[in-house]
């Protein structure tokens, strides 16, 4: 079964930084380039952005709204995929969803069932 | 980057009805659009690709047509499981963005 499986939410201050974790499996995960999308509560889907797989040397895109503070990493050895949060923002407070672009559309065919990330003092 | 802006942001509906959403690019994206279904407290669900090719499993009440800067999602005939929030996102260009949403309730 393909799956997707977020991990690593929680409560954290503003100005602090937080890792997500979204677990792959049931497929080549190394062939695809990997999203995150987040939701904020109430409020409709914002991508967040995206690594490429090896063959495209790993390049990252991102939102405006995250440039400069998230950054994505990937470990194929692990089928595995990150999203490092830094400088959080009480506005980056959502659920997080890792979801996988198909290969040869890059539309987005599977997702996790999200982690919750809040920001708060 | 690309907006998309859907209409209307809220419908009410009835079992049976025929239920159309419009997606607008603030410039042409081609084919580049897919619909996506959002329940409460779910991932979404990648409904539509490629402007108007259905995904694999999803019921033929569901179509979409479109290109360029203007894209409808129609359902043919309202189920009470069609009931949930939709989405249209463009992949032409980065970002990839998210129109803002249609929230489809029973009348």
């Known amino acids: 079964e393909v799956q997707l499986v977020e991990s690593g939410g929680g409560l954290v201050q503003p100005g602090g930084s937080l890792r997500l974790s979204c677990a792959a499996s049931?497929?080549?995960?190394?062939?695809?380039?990997m999203d995150w999308v987040r939701q904020a509560p109430g409020k409709g889907l914002e991508w967040v952005g995206r690594?490429?797989?090896?063959?495209?040397?790993?390049?990252?895109e991102f939102a405006a709204s995250v440039k400069g503070r998230f950054t994505i990493s990937r470990d194929d050895s692990k089928n595995s995929l990150y999203l490092q949060m830094n400088s959080l923002k009480t506005e980056d407070s959502a659920v997080y969803y890792c979801?996988?672009?198909?290969?040869?559309?890059?539309?987005?065919?599977?997702w996790g069932k999200g982690t919750t990330v809040t920001v708060s003092s | 980057d690309i907006q998309l802006t859907q209409s209307p942001s809220f419908l009410s509906a009835s079992v049976g009805d025929r239920v159309t959403i419009t997606c607008r690019a603030s410039?042409?994206?081609?084919?580049?659009l897919a619909w996506y279904q959002q329940k409460p407290g779910k991932a979404p669900k990648l409904l539509i690709y490629?402007?108007?090719t259905l995904q694999s499993g999803v019921p033929s009440r569901f179509s979409g047509s479109g290109s360029g800067t203007e894209f409808t999602l129609t359902i043919s005939r309202l189920q009470p499981e069609d009931f949930a929030t939709y989405y249209c996102q463009q992949r032409n260009s980065y970002p990839v963005t998210f129109g803002g949403g249609t929230k489809v309730e029973i009348k």
């Open positions: 979801a996988r672009p198909r290969s040869y559309d890059y539309y987005m065919d599977v």
């Open positions: 049931g497929f080549t995960f190394s062939d695809h380039y």
């Open positions: 490629a402007a108007s």
């Open positions: 410039q042409g994206i081609s084919s580049y």
């Open positions: 690594i490429r797989n090896k063959a495209n040397s790993y390049t990252t």
